[in-house]
């Protein structure tokens, strides 16, 4: 299968060295000419007159990063004491965008992993690290999520794993209905966490989504 260029694909290997300067530079005359179409005289008003390139450098390198640089370097080690017992990590604290109107998506995430002999474990903030890399891109929640609980599942080999996201979607606290107090909360449910009821209420007991 050849390489996508979805919103939310990670592009790091179709990326030749010195490509990402270039690939700067297009963004920020092009968001230039988006400003002048919005009748933003960027030439004399001193509040937008590098606004193309700051906004050029945000994505790129802050917002959606996660678009554009390989994964990070995550050292696993070998469960040698045999771990058998729920782990939860969170809450993560995220940030992303909406790949619709490219408005900001912040919120949370809890991790629970049910390890077996064969997992590898990871550090802690390393868990922190690839949500980052992964929330860095232009999204959808729940295919947000998903991509996280897949990167997890190949990383750790767990027998189960568990990632709750609860998020404020800016694209309606701004705009639209222009609702702020709505929140969206997903989850995805693998192995052992998807089949034991028992398990997975333990896991949401534990996290508190309401603290």
């Known amino acids: ?8 694909d990670n592009i790091s290997e179709s990326i030749a060295p010195g490509e990402l300067d270039e690939l700067f530079d297009e963004v920020a005359a092009k968001m230039r000419g988006v400003l002048e179409s919005l009748v933003i005289d960027v030439q004399h008003d001193h509040n937008t007159h590098d606004t193309a390139r700051r906004v050029a450098k945000m994505y790129l390198t802050e917002v959606f990063r996660g678009r554009y640089l390989p994964p990070p370097p995550v050292t696993e080690f070998p469960n040698a004491a045999s771990l058998n017992e729920l782990m939860i990590v969170g809450p993560i604290t995220i940030r992303s965008a909406c790949s619709h109107h490219f408005c900001p998506i912040m919120g949370r995430l809890w991790i629970g992993i049910m390890p077996n002999q064969h997992s590898n474990l990871i550090g802690l903030s390393k ?3 690839l949500a980052e ?3 860095s891109r232009p999204q959808i929640q729940e295919e947000a999520i998903t991509q996280l609980a897949d990167l997890l599942m190949d990383k750790v080999k767990p027998d189960g794993l568990a990632v709750v996201m609860e998020a404020d979607h800016f694209c309606m606290h701004w705009r639209g209905v222009k609702d702020t107090a709505s929140k969206m909360v997903n989850s995805i449910m693998r192995g052992s966490l998807l089949k034991d009821a028992t398990l997975r209420r333990e896991f949401l007991s534990l996290i508190n989504l309401k603290g």
Request: glycine content about 8%; charged content about 20%; cysteine-free.
């Open 133 to 135: 890399w992964i929330m």
């Open 1 to 8: 299968m050849g390489h996508r260029y979805r919103a939310n």
């Open 127 to 129: 868990y922190a690290r």
